[in-house]
C-alpha cells in the first residue's frame, strides 16, 4: 500500500523522462493516491532530442525522425495521448548503400546486412567473389563456445561472415543507429538477438532466414514500412504528453546541480537557481555523463563518466525538385567507410515520408559525423553546407543551391554501449540500489537507444518505485 503525500522528482524533459511522468501520473490518478510529481528540466523546452521544426511548409526533424513500429512502447503511447489518428508508416522504396563512389542496391532480403535470400547476394556489386564465399562459410562454420563474455559487433559478425560483408554493409546500417564503431559496440547490449540466432540455429543465414517473417508476396499489398512517425511531426507527441501531464509540476531553465540523500530514502537536489527539493524518489532520465556528475558522491558512478558518445549533425536541404537533374529511385542510402565521403547517410525524406515536404519540393536529410569522424561537426554551417553539396552532386546533380538549410549539430549526443556495457549497467545499479535505494537511473544512456526503449525505461523506473513502495 503506498503511503499519502509522496514526492518523486525527475531529471529531464527528453521522451524518458516524460514518459516516466506520464505513467506515474496515471498511476497516481488510476490509483487514486497522491503522488507528488516534479519534472525539472534544464532547457527552456520539453522533447530533449525531439525537436522538429515547421518551415515553408516543411516539417523537419532535427533529431529523430520516427521509430521502430514492432516495437511496441511508443505506438502504444501515442495512443494513450490521443494521438492515433496522427500515427503514419514511412513510404517505402529501393534503399541503397554507397560503396566506392556507386550507389549499390541493399540485396532484397538482407535483415541488418545478414543475407537471407540467396540470389540477390550472388548478384550484388557490394562484394567481391571472395568475399561473398566468405560470407557462406557460415553456412558451416560451428557455432562459437558458450562463454558468457560479451563480445563487439564486428568480432561477432567478422567470425561469421567475414570482413567484407561487415565493412561493406553491416557496419553502414548499424553506424546509421549509433554512429559508433562496430568493432567496439557491445553484442550483448545491440543486438543480442544474434547471438541468439547462432546458439539456436549454428549458421546465422540459416537462422535469419527460419526466424524472420515471411517476406509478402509481390502479388499481395503494398508493404507497410517498418517505421512509424507522427503526421506534425514528433514534437506533437511531446506536446501532447505536456497538456496530459496536468498533476505535474513543470521546472523548464533550471539544472539539477546535485543529488545528496539526507536520510534512508529521503533525498535533497540542488538546483541551479539556488532552490532546494526534497522527495522519496528521483528518476534520473538524462545523459549518462549528466547522471554520473548529478552525484558526486558516487564514486561507483564513475564508468558512466569513462562512457563514449559520439557527435554528429543533421543537415536538411529544401530544394525545387527542378533543381534535382538526377533523382534516384529510393528512400536514401548510407555510406560506407569505403570512400571518400564526408556525409555518413542520406535521407530522401520527400520520398520516404512525403507529409513532411510541399508539392514540387524536395528534402534531403543528411548525417555527418561518426565514431573517428567527428571533425566536420566542428567546422561552420557553411563549410558543413558546402562539403554536404559536394557529396550529394557526386551521386544527384544538383543544379542549385538549397532554398534553406537547417544543420543541427548533435554533441555527445549518440551513446556508444561497448563490450561489457551490460556487465557494467548492472554493476552500477546494484550499487546504486543499495546507497541510495529509490533512485533509478533510465534513458537512451542504458537499455537501448530508440525512442520505444526509453519510453520503456521511463515506464521500468516508475514500476520500481512503485513496487518498492508497494513492499
Ligand atoms: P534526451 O532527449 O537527451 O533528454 C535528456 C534531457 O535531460 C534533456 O532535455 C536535457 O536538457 C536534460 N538534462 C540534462 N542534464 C540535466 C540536469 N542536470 N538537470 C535537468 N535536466 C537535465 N531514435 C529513434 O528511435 N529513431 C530515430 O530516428 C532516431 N534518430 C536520432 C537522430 C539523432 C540525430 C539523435 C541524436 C538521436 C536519434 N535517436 C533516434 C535516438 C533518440 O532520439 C534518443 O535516444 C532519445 O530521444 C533520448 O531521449 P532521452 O529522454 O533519454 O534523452
Known amino acids: 500500500m503506498i503511503e499519502e503525500n509522496r514526492r518523486v522528482v525527475i531529471i529531464g524533459g527528453g521522451i524518458t523522462g516524460l514518459s516516466a511522468a506520464y505513467y506515474l501520473q496515471k498511476e497516481s490518478k488510476e490509483k487514486n493516491v497522491n503522488i507528488e510529481i516534479t519534472l525539472i528540466e534544464a532547457s527552456n523546452r520539453l522533447g530533449g532530442k525531439i525537436q522538429t521544426i515547421r518551415k515553408n511548409g516543411f516539417t523537419i526533424e532535427r533529431g529523430p525522425d520516427s521509430f521502430l513500429a514492432r516495437k511496441q512502447s511508443a505506438g502504444r503511447l501515442v495512443k494513450e495521448v490521443g494521438l492515433e489518428d496522427q500515427l503514419i508508416h514511412n513510404s517505402t522504396g529501393q534503399a541503397y548503400i554507397l560503396l566506392k563512389g556507386e550507389l549499390h542496391p541493399m540485396p532484397e532480403g538482407a535483415v541488418m546486412g545478414i543475407p537471407t535470400k540467396l540470389s540477390p547476394f550472388v548478384t550484388t556489386g557490394l562484394f567481391s567473389p571472395i568475399g561473398k564465399m566468405r560470407a557462406a562459410a557460415d553456412l558451416i562454420l560451428p557455432a562459437s563456445k ?238 558543413i553546407k558546402k562539403v554536404v553539396l559536394d557529396d550529394l552532386n557526386k551521386i544527384m546533380e544538383i543544379t542549385t543551391d538549397p532554398e534553406f538549410t537547417i544543420i543541427t549539430r548533435w554533441r555527445e549526443a549518440m551513446p556508444q554501449y561497448a563490450v561489457g556495457h551490460k556487465k557494467m549497467l548492472r554493476e552500477v545499479n546494484e550499487r546504486l540500489a543499495k546507497d541510495m535505494p529509490g533512485i533509478y537511473i533510465a534513458g537512451s544512456s542504458f537499455e537501448g537507444v530508440g525512442l520505444p526503449d526509453c519510453i520503456n525505461s521511463g515506464e521500468a523506473a516508475v514500476k520500481a518505485i512503485l513496487t518498492r513502495w508497494n513492499k
Not at 554493409?169 to 540466432?197: C, H, M, N, R, W
Open 146 to 383: 558458450k562463454t558468457g563474455d560479451d563480445q563487439s559487433l564486428g568480432s561477432f559478425f567478422r567470425r561469421r561472415l567475414g570482413d567484407e560483408v561487415v565493412d561493406n554493409l553491416i557496419e553502414p546500417l548499424l553506424s546509421g543507429i549509433y554512429a559508433g564503431d562496430i568493432d567496439k559496440l557491445s553484442l550483448e547490449a545491440t543486438f543480442p538477438q544474434f547471438q541468439q540466432v547462432e546458439e539456436k540455429y549454428r549458421s546465422l543465414i540459416l537462422g535469419m532466414k527460419q526466424s524472420s517473417p515471411k517476406q509478402q508476396s509481390a502479388s499481395s499489398q503494398k508493404k507497410k514500412g517498418m517505421f512509424q512517425t507522427l503526421k506534425g511531426g514528433l514534437q506533437t507527441l511531446v506536446d501532447a504528453l505536456e497538456e496530459k501531464l496536468d498533476e505535474v509540476a513543470f521546472l523548464k531553465a533550471v539544472k539539477v546541480e546535485k543529488i545528496e540523500k539526507t536520510n534512508v530514502e529521503h533525498y535533497r537536489l540542488s538546483l541551479s537557481n539556488g532552490s532546494i527539493i526534497e522527495c522519496d524518489s528521483v528518476v534520473v532520465a538524462t545523459p549518462h555523463h549528466a547522471t554520473a556528475n548529478l552525484i558526486p558522491s558516487a564514486d561507483y558512478l564513475s564508468p558512466l563518466q569513462k562512457m563514449k558518445s559520439t557527435t554528429v549533425a543533421t543537415v536538411a536541404m529544401a530544394f525545387d525538385e527542378s533543381a534535382l537533374k538526377n533523382d534516384i529511385d529510393g528512400t536514401g542510402f548510407v555510406v560506407s567507410r569505403n570512400n571518400d565521403y564526408t556525409i555518413t547517410a542520406c535521407t530522401w525524406t520527400h520520398k520516404k515520408w512525403p507529409h513532411t515536404t510541399p508539392e514540387g519540393k524536395v528534402i534531403l536529410r543528411c548525417y555527418v559525423g561518426r565514431s573517428g569522424e567527428e571533425a566536420i561537426v566542428d567546422q561552420s554551417d557553411e563549410e
